[in-house]
């Protein structure tokens, strides 16, 4: 999880240093116009990354779940055994 993180951190640092290093370097029409482009960017990383979290978090619910249900077996056969 933290290497996802930091991944997504570096890519959003890029992502910045681009935009900022490309306002710098142009005119004020193009900046509006990069601006706009860079803000829909953004947008649209934001929804992807939201939904590999969102997708993640369910997988690892599952997981959960799948351990939980071992566990619970392992202990009725724990049980089962002792009498």
Known sequence: MKSSNLLI??????????AIGAFFATSD???????????STVNKAKKR??????DGLEELDKATE??????????SRVKAHQI
């Open 49 to 54: 990354i939201g939904k590999v979290v969102n």
């Open 29 to 39: 029409e193009d900046k509006a116009e990069f601006t706009d482009e860079v803000n």
């Open 66 to 75: 799948r351990v939980t249900q071992v566990a619970k077996d392992t202990i």
């Open 9 to 18: 951190g570096l890519g959003i640092g890029v992502l910045v240093g681009a």
